[in-house]
Protein backbone atom coordinates (compact mmCIF):
# COMPACT_ATOMS: atom_id res chain seq x y z
CA UNK A 1 0.00 0.00 0.00
CA UNK A 2 0.67 3.64 -0.44
CA UNK A 3 2.69 4.93 2.93
CA UNK A 4 4.81 3.26 5.53
CA UNK A 5 5.37 -0.38 4.29
CA UNK A 6 7.74 -2.71 6.77
CA UNK A 7 9.65 -4.97 4.69
CA UNK A 8 12.73 -6.68 6.09
CA UNK A 9 14.90 -8.47 4.60
CA UNK A 10 18.50 -10.36 5.83
CA UNK A 11 20.67 -10.33 2.35
CA UNK A 12 24.37 -11.30 2.40
CA UNK A 13 27.54 -8.25 1.96
CA UNK A 14 27.17 -7.28 -1.60
CA UNK A 15 26.21 -4.30 -3.65
CA UNK A 16 22.67 -4.11 -4.54
CA UNK A 17 20.43 -2.30 -7.01
CA UNK A 18 17.45 -1.55 -5.04
CA UNK A 19 13.55 -0.89 -6.68
CA UNK A 20 10.24 -0.40 -5.15
CA UNK A 21 7.57 -0.02 -7.56
CA UNK A 22 3.81 0.30 -7.14
CA UNK A 23 1.63 0.48 -10.53
CA UNK A 24 -0.22 4.15 -9.88
CA UNK A 25 2.49 5.89 -7.08
CA UNK A 26 5.35 5.20 -9.19
CA UNK A 27 8.79 3.90 -8.64
CA UNK A 28 11.87 4.40 -6.42
CA UNK A 29 15.50 3.59 -7.37
CA UNK A 30 18.52 3.29 -5.59
CA UNK A 31 21.62 1.41 -5.52
CA UNK A 32 23.29 0.47 -1.60
CA UNK A 33 26.55 -1.59 -0.83
CA UNK A 34 25.13 -3.45 2.14
CA UNK A 35 28.37 -4.36 4.82
CA UNK A 36 28.94 -6.83 7.32
CA UNK A 37 26.37 -6.91 10.82
CA UNK A 38 25.15 -3.66 9.41
CA UNK A 39 21.01 -2.09 9.18
CA UNK A 40 19.66 -0.18 6.72
CA UNK A 41 16.19 1.54 6.96
CA UNK A 42 15.28 2.91 3.41
CA UNK A 43 13.00 6.01 3.08
CA UNK A 44 11.46 5.05 -0.69
CA UNK A 45 9.55 8.61 -2.51
CA UNK A 46 8.01 6.91 -5.26
CA UNK A 47 7.94 9.27 -8.58
CA UNK A 48 6.58 8.48 -11.90
CA UNK A 49 8.71 7.38 -14.90
CA UNK A 50 9.72 9.04 -17.98
CA UNK A 51 11.20 7.09 -20.60
CA UNK A 52 13.94 8.59 -22.87
CA UNK A 53 14.35 7.02 -26.35
CA UNK A 54 17.16 8.90 -27.76
CA UNK A 55 17.27 11.43 -31.18
CA UNK A 56 15.70 9.57 -33.83
CA UNK A 57 16.67 9.20 -36.58
CA UNK A 58 14.50 10.87 -39.94
CA UNK A 59 14.63 10.85 -43.67
CA UNK A 60 16.89 13.16 -44.17
CA UNK A 61 18.94 12.95 -41.01
CA UNK A 62 20.60 9.63 -40.40
CA UNK A 63 21.89 8.09 -37.12
CA UNK A 64 25.67 8.89 -38.44
CA UNK A 65 24.99 12.55 -37.43
CA UNK A 66 23.11 12.09 -33.69
CA UNK A 67 26.01 10.55 -32.08
CA UNK A 68 27.18 13.09 -29.76
CA UNK A 69 23.48 14.59 -29.38
CA UNK A 70 22.09 11.09 -28.18
CA UNK A 71 24.82 11.18 -25.31
CA UNK A 72 24.10 14.74 -23.99
CA UNK A 73 20.26 15.43 -24.35
CA UNK A 74 19.87 12.33 -21.75
CA UNK A 75 22.21 14.57 -19.16
CA UNK A 76 20.20 17.70 -20.09
CA UNK A 77 17.18 16.10 -19.63
CA UNK A 78 18.02 14.21 -15.98
CA UNK A 79 19.85 17.65 -15.19
CA UNK A 80 16.50 19.13 -14.76
CA UNK A 81 14.30 16.76 -14.04
CA UNK A 82 12.73 16.50 -10.33
CA UNK A 83 9.28 14.84 -10.57
CA UNK A 84 10.26 11.52 -12.63
CA UNK A 85 12.71 8.85 -12.74
CA UNK A 86 14.64 9.14 -16.21
CA UNK A 87 14.41 5.46 -17.73
CA UNK A 88 16.49 5.61 -20.70
CA UNK A 89 15.75 2.82 -23.17
CA UNK A 90 16.93 1.90 -26.63
CA UNK A 91 14.42 3.20 -29.66
CA UNK A 92 15.41 -0.33 -30.77
CA UNK A 93 12.36 -1.94 -29.12
CA UNK A 94 9.80 -0.58 -31.25
CA UNK A 95 10.62 -0.99 -35.41
CA UNK A 96 8.05 1.26 -36.73
CA UNK A 97 9.17 4.69 -35.54
CA UNK A 98 9.45 6.19 -38.50
CA UNK A 99 6.08 5.18 -39.95
CA UNK A 100 4.85 6.76 -36.39
CA UNK A 101 6.91 9.85 -36.74
CA UNK A 102 5.89 10.46 -40.50
CA UNK A 103 2.59 10.23 -38.64
CA UNK A 104 3.00 12.79 -35.93
CA UNK A 105 4.51 15.48 -38.77
CA UNK A 106 1.91 15.50 -40.66
CA UNK A 107 -0.35 16.20 -38.18
CA UNK A 108 -2.81 13.39 -36.69
CA UNK A 109 -5.92 13.66 -38.29
CA UNK A 110 -9.32 12.19 -37.03
CA UNK A 111 -9.17 9.64 -39.47
CA UNK A 112 -5.79 8.11 -38.42
CA UNK A 113 -6.20 8.14 -34.78
CA UNK A 114 -7.17 4.20 -34.99
CA UNK A 115 -4.24 3.54 -36.63
CA UNK A 116 -2.28 6.21 -34.22
CA UNK A 117 -3.39 4.76 -31.18
CA UNK A 118 -2.73 1.03 -32.37
CA UNK A 119 0.96 2.80 -32.30
CA UNK A 120 0.70 3.96 -28.78
CA UNK A 121 -0.60 0.88 -27.20
CA UNK A 122 2.32 -0.81 -28.74
CA UNK A 123 5.18 1.48 -27.79
CA UNK A 124 3.42 1.29 -24.17
CA UNK A 125 3.49 -2.69 -23.95
CA UNK A 126 7.24 -2.51 -25.12
CA UNK A 127 8.70 0.56 -22.99
CA UNK A 128 6.26 -0.52 -20.05
CA UNK A 129 5.66 3.27 -19.38
CA UNK A 130 2.16 5.82 -20.07
CA UNK A 131 5.03 8.94 -20.70
CA UNK A 132 8.07 8.82 -23.87
CA UNK A 133 10.01 11.39 -24.77
CA UNK A 134 12.46 11.77 -27.67
CA UNK A 135 13.54 14.04 -30.07
CA UNK A 136 14.20 14.13 -34.38
CA UNK A 137 15.56 16.80 -37.13
CA UNK A 138 12.54 16.30 -39.14
CA UNK A 139 14.56 18.01 -42.12
CA UNK A 140 17.87 18.69 -42.98
CA UNK A 141 17.88 22.27 -42.95
CA UNK A 142 16.73 21.81 -38.61
CA UNK A 143 19.56 20.14 -38.31
CA UNK A 144 22.08 22.53 -40.06
CA UNK A 145 20.22 25.34 -37.89
CA UNK A 146 19.85 22.71 -34.82
CA UNK A 147 16.88 23.41 -34.19
CA UNK A 148 15.63 19.66 -32.58
CA UNK A 149 12.12 19.01 -32.43
CA UNK A 150 11.24 17.48 -28.88
CA UNK A 151 8.45 14.78 -28.65
CA UNK A 152 6.69 14.23 -25.44
CA UNK A 153 4.19 11.60 -25.86
CA UNK A 154 1.35 10.30 -23.56
CA UNK A 155 0.05 6.72 -24.55
CA UNK A 156 -3.44 7.49 -23.67
CA UNK A 157 -3.21 10.42 -26.25
CA UNK A 158 -2.50 10.48 -29.99
CA UNK A 159 -1.53 14.27 -29.96
CA UNK A 160 2.05 14.89 -28.45
CA UNK A 161 3.54 17.98 -26.97
CA UNK A 162 6.07 19.16 -29.47
CA UNK A 163 8.84 21.69 -28.88
CA UNK A 164 11.51 22.99 -30.58
CA UNK A 165 15.00 22.76 -28.75
CA UNK A 166 18.30 24.58 -29.36
CA UNK A 167 20.32 21.44 -30.11
CA UNK A 168 23.39 23.93 -29.61
CA UNK A 169 22.48 25.77 -26.32
CA UNK A 170 19.72 23.27 -24.66
CA UNK A 171 17.92 27.21 -23.76
CA UNK A 172 15.13 26.06 -24.00
CA UNK A 173 14.98 22.97 -21.56
CA UNK A 174 14.16 25.27 -18.49
CA UNK A 175 10.86 26.39 -19.06
CA UNK A 176 10.27 23.04 -20.79
CA UNK A 177 11.23 20.70 -17.52
CA UNK A 178 9.29 22.95 -15.11
CA UNK A 179 6.07 22.64 -17.49
CA UNK A 180 6.44 18.61 -16.76
CA UNK A 181 7.87 18.77 -13.18
CA UNK A 182 4.85 20.31 -12.66
CA UNK A 183 2.58 17.87 -13.61
CA UNK A 184 2.27 15.37 -10.81
CA UNK A 185 1.46 17.99 -8.14
CA UNK A 186 -1.87 18.83 -10.29
CA UNK A 187 -4.22 17.33 -8.10
CA UNK A 188 -3.20 19.42 -5.30
CA UNK A 189 -4.80 22.18 -7.36
CA UNK A 190 -8.09 20.77 -7.04
CA UNK A 191 -9.48 22.75 -4.38
CA UNK A 192 -9.08 27.20 -4.46
CA UNK A 193 -10.16 29.83 -2.14
CA UNK A 194 -13.09 31.22 -3.37
CA UNK A 195 -15.76 33.79 -2.05
CA UNK A 196 -17.74 33.99 -4.77
CA UNK A 197 -16.84 37.92 -5.75
CA UNK A 198 -16.52 39.43 -9.15
CA UNK A 199 -14.63 42.65 -9.06
CA UNK A 200 -13.13 45.37 -11.51
CA UNK A 201 -10.59 47.61 -11.30
CA UNK A 202 -11.54 51.33 -12.46
CA UNK A 203 -9.88 54.81 -12.70
CA UNK A 204 -13.11 56.53 -10.61
CA UNK A 205 -11.07 58.53 -7.41
CA UNK A 206 -12.88 56.72 -4.50
CA UNK A 207 -14.23 53.60 -7.00
CA UNK A 208 -11.14 51.83 -7.87
CA UNK A 209 -12.37 48.63 -7.46
CA UNK A 210 -15.71 47.87 -7.83
CA UNK A 211 -18.01 44.71 -7.23
CA UNK A 212 -19.86 43.60 -10.13
CA UNK A 213 -21.53 40.05 -9.26
CA UNK A 214 -22.01 38.10 -6.33
CA UNK A 215 -22.92 34.64 -6.79
CA UNK A 216 -25.89 33.49 -5.30
CA UNK A 217 -25.32 31.35 -2.24
CA UNK A 218 -21.34 32.34 -1.87
CA UNK A 219 -19.82 33.78 1.45
CA UNK A 220 -19.55 37.04 -0.16
CA UNK A 221 -23.39 37.07 -0.57
CA UNK A 222 -23.49 35.93 3.25
CA UNK A 223 -21.82 38.70 4.67
CA UNK A 224 -23.75 41.10 2.86
CA UNK A 225 -21.70 42.14 0.19
CA UNK A 226 -23.97 43.56 -3.65
CA UNK A 227 -23.23 44.35 -6.63
CA UNK A 228 -22.08 47.85 -7.39
CA UNK A 229 -19.95 47.74 -3.81
CA UNK A 230 -16.90 49.75 -3.85
CA UNK A 231 -14.21 48.23 -1.99
CA UNK A 232 -11.86 50.69 -0.47
CA UNK A 233 -9.46 48.05 1.51
CA UNK A 234 -8.74 44.49 1.77
CA UNK A 235 -7.55 42.95 5.95
CA UNK A 236 -6.62 47.08 5.73
CA UNK A 237 -4.67 47.52 2.85
CA UNK A 238 -5.65 49.37 -0.75
CA UNK A 239 -4.83 46.79 -3.49
CA UNK A 240 -6.24 46.24 -6.74
CA UNK A 241 -8.23 43.32 -8.25
CA UNK A 242 -5.21 41.01 -8.25
CA UNK A 243 -4.15 42.00 -4.74
CA UNK A 244 -7.69 41.21 -3.37
CA UNK A 245 -7.65 36.96 -5.29
CA UNK A 246 -4.19 36.95 -4.12
CA UNK A 247 -4.95 37.74 -0.63
CA UNK A 248 -7.87 35.39 -0.53
CA UNK A 249 -5.09 32.39 -1.95
CA UNK A 250 -2.96 33.22 1.25
CA UNK A 251 -6.22 32.59 3.43
CA UNK A 252 -7.01 29.47 4.66
CA UNK A 253 -10.31 27.73 4.57
CA UNK A 254 -12.66 28.95 7.11
CA UNK A 255 -10.60 32.06 7.78
CA UNK A 256 -11.77 35.78 7.11
CA UNK A 257 -10.88 38.09 4.70
CA UNK A 258 -12.14 41.55 5.92
CA UNK A 259 -13.31 44.27 3.10
CA UNK A 260 -13.78 47.40 3.84
CA UNK A 261 -16.88 48.89 1.97
CA UNK A 262 -18.64 52.63 1.16
CA UNK A 263 -21.35 51.12 3.75
CA UNK A 264 -18.64 49.57 6.06
CA UNK A 265 -16.50 46.46 6.66
CA UNK A 266 -17.86 43.09 5.75
CA UNK A 267 -15.87 39.66 7.05
CA UNK A 268 -16.01 37.05 4.40
CA UNK A 269 -15.19 33.70 5.36
CA UNK A 270 -13.07 32.03 2.94
CA UNK A 271 -14.68 28.67 1.47
CA UNK A 272 -12.61 26.24 -0.35
CA UNK A 273 -13.88 24.75 -3.46
CA UNK A 274 -13.25 22.77 -6.69
CA UNK A 275 -11.18 24.34 -9.43
CA UNK A 276 -10.68 24.26 -13.07
CA UNK A 277 -6.74 24.05 -13.61
CA UNK A 278 -5.06 26.23 -16.18
CA UNK A 279 -5.39 25.63 -20.15
CA UNK A 280 -1.41 26.13 -20.10
CA UNK A 281 -1.44 22.85 -17.41
CA UNK A 282 -4.09 21.15 -19.40
CA UNK A 283 -2.84 21.23 -22.58
CA UNK A 284 0.38 19.04 -21.48
CA UNK A 285 0.61 14.91 -22.03
CA UNK A 286 2.82 14.94 -18.40
CA UNK A 287 -0.38 16.42 -16.77
CA UNK A 288 -2.65 14.11 -18.53
CA UNK A 289 -0.57 11.17 -17.56
CA UNK A 290 -1.21 12.73 -13.76
CA UNK A 291 -4.54 13.20 -13.92
CA UNK A 292 -5.36 9.59 -15.02
CA UNK A 293 -3.38 8.19 -11.83
CA UNK A 294 -5.46 10.06 -9.77
CA UNK A 295 -8.18 8.69 -11.58
CA UNK A 296 -6.93 5.55 -11.10
CA UNK A 297 -6.12 6.35 -7.10
CA UNK A 298 -9.40 7.45 -5.79
CA UNK A 299 -13.08 5.86 -5.59
CA UNK A 300 -15.54 6.54 -8.65
CA UNK A 301 -17.98 8.06 -6.54
CA UNK A 302 -15.40 10.50 -4.82
CA UNK A 303 -15.13 14.07 -5.97
CA UNK A 304 -11.25 13.89 -6.39
CA UNK A 305 -12.09 10.97 -9.30
CA UNK A 306 -14.28 13.18 -10.88
CA UNK A 307 -12.38 16.49 -10.60
CA UNK A 308 -9.47 14.14 -12.44
CA UNK A 309 -12.05 13.08 -14.84
CA UNK A 310 -13.58 16.45 -15.35
CA UNK A 311 -9.84 18.04 -16.31
CA UNK A 312 -9.12 14.96 -18.82
CA UNK A 313 -12.54 15.35 -20.66
CA UNK A 314 -11.02 18.68 -20.47
CA UNK A 315 -7.40 18.27 -21.55
CA UNK A 316 -8.60 16.12 -24.51
CA UNK A 317 -10.81 19.39 -25.78
CA UNK A 318 -7.33 21.47 -25.43
CA UNK A 319 -5.72 18.76 -27.42
CA UNK A 320 -8.63 19.07 -29.65
CA UNK A 321 -9.61 15.12 -28.71
CA UNK A 322 -13.17 15.99 -29.52
CA UNK A 323 -14.50 12.24 -29.58
CA UNK A 324 -12.00 11.35 -26.38
CA UNK A 325 -13.43 14.15 -24.78
CA UNK A 326 -16.92 13.68 -24.80
CA UNK A 327 -16.56 10.08 -23.66
CA UNK A 328 -14.92 11.58 -20.33
CA UNK A 329 -17.22 14.17 -19.84
CA UNK A 330 -19.97 12.05 -20.32
CA UNK A 331 -18.95 9.52 -17.93
CA UNK A 332 -19.25 12.33 -15.40
CA UNK A 333 -21.52 12.47 -12.15
CA UNK A 334 -23.24 15.90 -12.49
CA UNK A 335 -24.61 15.33 -8.49
CA UNK A 336 -20.83 16.28 -7.71
CA UNK A 337 -19.93 18.62 -11.06
CA UNK A 338 -21.99 21.22 -11.93
CA UNK A 339 -24.62 20.06 -15.08
CA UNK A 340 -24.34 23.26 -16.65
CA UNK A 341 -20.79 23.34 -16.74
CA UNK A 342 -20.79 19.57 -18.45
CA UNK A 343 -23.04 20.78 -20.66
CA UNK A 344 -21.68 23.60 -22.07
CA UNK A 345 -18.52 21.87 -22.46
CA UNK A 346 -20.47 18.95 -24.21
CA UNK A 347 -21.83 21.95 -26.67
CA UNK A 348 -18.16 23.16 -27.24
CA UNK A 349 -17.10 19.62 -28.03
CA UNK A 350 -20.00 19.43 -30.61
CA UNK A 351 -19.66 22.84 -32.26
CA UNK A 352 -16.44 21.90 -32.97
CA UNK A 353 -17.34 18.78 -34.99
CA UNK A 354 -19.54 21.02 -36.76
CA UNK A 355 -22.99 19.28 -35.25
CA UNK A 356 -24.49 22.76 -34.36
CA UNK A 357 -27.96 20.99 -34.21
CA UNK A 358 -26.56 18.72 -31.09
CA UNK A 359 -24.39 21.74 -29.49
CA UNK A 360 -26.91 23.97 -29.23
CA UNK A 361 -29.24 21.17 -27.47
CA UNK A 362 -26.39 21.06 -25.29
CA UNK A 363 -25.78 25.49 -24.54
CA UNK A 364 -29.61 25.20 -23.78
CA UNK A 365 -29.01 22.45 -21.22
CA UNK A 366 -26.42 24.74 -19.55
CA UNK A 367 -28.35 27.72 -19.79
CA UNK A 368 -31.40 26.33 -17.81
CA UNK A 369 -29.10 24.09 -15.29
CA UNK A 370 -27.51 27.55 -14.53
CA UNK A 371 -24.69 26.67 -11.16
CA UNK A 372 -21.65 28.28 -9.69
CA UNK A 373 -18.20 28.93 -10.98
CA UNK A 374 -15.64 26.49 -10.36
CA UNK A 375 -13.55 28.04 -7.81
CA UNK A 376 -11.95 30.57 -9.94
CA UNK A 377 -12.57 33.99 -8.85
CA UNK A 378 -12.54 35.28 -12.45
CA UNK A 379 -14.43 32.56 -13.99
CA UNK A 380 -18.20 32.64 -15.28
CA UNK A 381 -20.66 30.44 -14.47
CA UNK A 382 -21.61 27.64 -17.15
CA UNK A 383 -25.08 29.26 -17.86
CA UNK A 384 -23.26 32.45 -18.60
CA UNK A 385 -20.75 30.69 -20.83
CA UNK A 386 -23.34 29.05 -23.01
CA UNK A 387 -25.29 32.05 -23.49
CA UNK A 388 -22.61 33.71 -25.25
CA UNK A 389 -21.84 30.74 -27.60
CA UNK A 390 -25.94 30.77 -28.44
CA UNK A 391 -25.43 34.45 -29.12
CA UNK A 392 -22.81 33.63 -31.57
CA UNK A 393 -24.46 30.55 -33.27
CA UNK A 394 -27.62 32.45 -33.52
Same mark, same amino acid.
Given at each position: ??????????????????????????????? !? /??????????? =?????? %?????? %??S?????????????????????? !?E????D??????? $??????L?? @??????E??????????N??????D?R???????? /? @??????N??????????N?????W?V??????????????I??????????????????V???Q??????????????S?????????????????G???? =????Y?A???????E????? /? %?????????????????????????T?V?????????????????????????????F $????L =?????????? /?????????????????????????? %???E???????G????????S?????????????
Amino acid at each position: EIGTTPLERDVPVGDYEIKVSHPIAGTYLRS !L /TVDRNQSYTIE =AELKPV %LVYVGV %LPSPEVGLDKLGALNEELPLQTQAR !LESYLLDIQPAARY $EFWDQFLEM @LSDGIQEEEMEGAMRHLNIISERFDSRLILFGTFR /T @LNEYLANRLSLFLINVTNPRPNVWEVNSRTFSEMDSIMELINYAPQVEQQFFRNWTGLKVLDTQVPGHELVVIDVFTGSPAEMAGLTKGDVIQSVDGERVD =ALGLYEAISRKKPEEQIALA /T %LKGTSRVTIQESPALLSSKDLLNNSTLVALEAALERYPKDSLKHQLALLHIGISHMNF $ENWHL =AIERLNALDQ /TQISPGYVSYLLGRCFEALDEEEQAV %LYYEQAEQAGGGVLGFEYADSGAQLAQWRLRSIR
